[in-house]
């Protein structure tokens, strides 16, 4: 069965140092998510992607972060300069335009220390 | 917070026993979700239930949606050691196709 790839599966950075996560959709969808989930908290919607076109990213804190997905498959996620706040699961997911469920991938464990 | 609301924020129970969640939101949906989250893993997608639906069944599942109420509640039936999971509801407005998620409820089920 396809599944969302994501990688590195864990991340352990230092304060003002920068930050790069990497996500592989399944093949065919076009939609893609960047989530952020704190602890003990659910994921909330920091970028989608339609294709290689940002949708929403009304939720992206854009002095810091940027994502892109350039041809429109894979996506990539970074954070400069890294901040304790960041600290986090920061998780991909994609679907089918159309349908309604979303497939997420593992995700990343960030620890800014 | 644009987060909807779940109760409990934790659940412990006896395998056997049922389990329910109760999750509310904000805003008029098109849809309401609810996804399943293993400790350190990605979400799974258990069931959607639409506006127009007040209830829906997929196996042990057991969905219920109040839109007057705004609020939705899941329902585990005879839990297993293995549904331990956080789970989320998740709604879709009417407009976009953004999810907005719940604060979650974890459960607990002992063998």
Redo the contacts between chains.
């Keep these: 069965e396809a599944e969302?790839a994501q990688s590195p599966r864990y991340k352990i950075t230092e304060k003002s140092q920068a930050v790069a996560f990497w996500c592989d959709p399944i093949s065919g969808h076009a939609?893609l998510y960047w989530y952020r989930q704190i602890l003990?908290?659910?994921?909330?919607?920091l970028v989608?992607f339609q294709d290689e076109s940002v949708v929403?990213d009304s939720q992206l804190p854009k002095d810091r972060f940027s994502a892109e997905r350039l041809k429109g498959v894979d996506s990539t996620l970074k954070i400069q300069p890294a901040e304790l706040g960041d600290s986090a699961?920061y998780?991909c997911?994609s679907l089918v335009p159309g349908q309604?469920?979303?497939?997420?991938?593992?995700?990343t464990?960030l620890l800014v220390l | 917070s644009?987060?909807g609301e779940e109760d409990p924020q934790a659940l412990s129970i006896q395998e056997g026993e049922n389990a329910t969640m109760n999750c509310s939101y904000k805003t008029s949906i098109n849809?309401l979700?609810w996804?399943r989250q293993n400790s350190?893993?990605?979400?799974?997608?258990l069931i959607?239930i639409r506006s127009n639906e007040r209830e829906k069944h997929s196996g042990r599942l057991r969905v219920t949606l109040d839109t007057s109420k705004k609020s939705s509640s899941l329902l585990i039936t005879a839990s297993r050691a293995a549904d331990t999971a956080s789970y989320?509801c998740?709604s879709?407005q009417t407009s976009?196709?953004?999810?907005t998620?719940?604060?979650?409820t974890q459960l607990t089920v002992n063998p």
Excluded at chain 2, 40 to 45: A, C, F, Q, S
Excluded at chain 2, 96 to 99: D, E, I, V, Y
């Design positions: 969302v939609t003990g908290q659910g994921p909330e919607l989608q929403d699961m998780l997911a309604e469920t979303q497939y997420f991938g593992p995700g464990r | 644009q987060q849809n979700q996804y350190g893993r990605g979400l799974v997608h959607l989320f998740a879709r976009g196709s953004r999810l998620f719940g604060e979650g």
